[in-house]
């Protein structure tokens, strides 16, 4: 009878997590690829595509092949309790989920590290020549990577035939599993300090700048968003001693989801701060329409009398809010020797350019180089001349 039998059922049940595992890993690529997407239009708007960008291309490919992975470790019961999991289908079956489990775990090791490389990448592009920061963010990059990659190759080192890592049928040497899991610990640690100081570097950058201090937050904050990544990698680093347990298919439940939220909080926050054309654009147009309704409604229409003699008759104008941007004028049919009516080219009531005045694109902005040239001079002939 094989041991795991012997100790009898879980006291909770027969449960399957598998439906919420592959929820969240489709849920989160498919927010990773739009933030990415979005990222590379930015870059290429501005034309200021470079390796950042490719190595988070890189890292949310790496987001993706999670999510298939997880997807056949959720379907094939590796959310399940390992002994309904022998119950049903036999110790082959546990086989399976475990060898998908393991080949999950250099796929989210890469992911996560290629995320970070590129935040340094980016970090690189934006912080000058300051020799001290240049030579630490390539230290965390390098370092970044080389370790990730001497994980993965451990991961499937540790037994001989690497078979042996996920096969409990076949004879294999193998490591104790303490070190490997002591190795795993220390790169998932090395990743969350790297996060604080890819944080904290931006903060001495941005905090000596001329600029308000509300906008030196802003900028601090923005770029240094790393550090939920960092909290996040914190959590699933205490959930990596669980990969002892004997009941592995249920308790590695929580390092799966920790590694996915992980690798989507890399990618979103290292993201973020080159969306900024996005911003603008998408502000641009906002401002754009408030100006337009904004010169729609503050201009009132005057009744006009072109032809007739009644008095204090004021002229009517039109404003086009097409691709023509000048307003266009009826004249008065006689001009006006009142010193509050200037005429250039044509008579314009001097209390409806001032109530339009604040109206930024409009017409207070047109006639504010004539009033510093010297509107308001009234002649005798009852003009004034714009000198």
């Known amino acids: 009878m ?3 039998l012997a100790l009898g059922p879980p006291p909770d049940g027969d449960q399957d997590r598998g439906r ?12 990773g690829a739009l933030i990415t997407g979005l990222r590379f239009w930015a870059r290429i708007k501005i034309r200021a595509l470079g390796w950042d960008d490719w190595l988070m291309l890189f890292a949310t490919f790496q987001l993706l092949g999670l999510a298939v992975g997880g997807t056949f470790l959720a379907l094939d019961g590796g959310c399940r309790h390992i002994y309904y999991l022998i119950a049903d289908y036999g110790v082959e079956q546990v086989i399976l989920v475990t060898k998908v ?6 796929i989210a090791i890469m992911g996560i590290a290629t995320g970070r490389a590129s935040v340094a990448a980016l970090v690189l592009r934006i912080m000058g020549s300051s020799y001290w920061r240049r030579r630490f963010l390539w230290f965390t990059i390098v370092s970044t990577l080389l370790i990730s ?15 042996g890592i996920w096969n409990v049928l076949i004879t294999a040497n193998c490591w104790n599993p303490v070190i490997m899991t002591d190795v795993t610990i220390f790169s998932s640690s090395w990743n969350v300090f790297i996060d604080f100081c890819l944080a904290l570097i931006p903060i001495t950058i941005f905090w000596n700048l001329n600029m308000s201090i509300q906008k030196r937050v802003a900028l601090c904050l923005l770029m240094s968003g790393g550090v939920l990544a960092g909290i996040c990698g914190a959590v699933k680093t205490s959930k990596l001693p669980e990969t002892d347990d004997l009941d592995v298919t249920w308790a590695t439940y929580d390092l799966l989801l920790w590694n996915a939220a992980e690798t989507f909080l890399v990618i979103i926050c290292g993201s973020l701060p080159t969306l900024k054309p996005l911003y603008d654009m998408c502000l641009g147009a906002a401002r754009e329409r408030s100006s337009k309704r904004s010169r729609a409604s503050s201009y009132p229409s005057y009744p006009s009398n072109r032809f007739g003699n009644k008095k204090n008759s004021y002229p009517s104008y039109s404003h086009s809010t097409g691709d023509d941007e000048y307003i266009r004028l009826e004249p008065r049919a006689k001009p006006s020797a009142d010193p509050m009516i200037i005429e ?11 109530n339009r005045e604040n109206d930024d694109g409009g017409l207070g902005d047109q006639i504010r180089p004539w009033e510093r040239a010297g509107a308001g001079r009234t002649l005798a002939s009852g003009r004034s001349d714009m000198v």
């Open 2 to 4: 094989d041991p795991i």
């Open 149 to 163: 990659v001497l994980n993965s190759i451990l991961l499937f080192t540790a037994c001989t035939p690497s078979e």
């Open 101 to 106: 489990f393991y080949i999950c775990q250099p």
């Open 20 to 31: 919420i595992v592959y929820s969240v890993y489709w849920t989160i690529f498919s927010l």
């Open 344 to 354: 250039v080219a044509h008579q314009v009531d001097v209390e409806t350019w001032s």
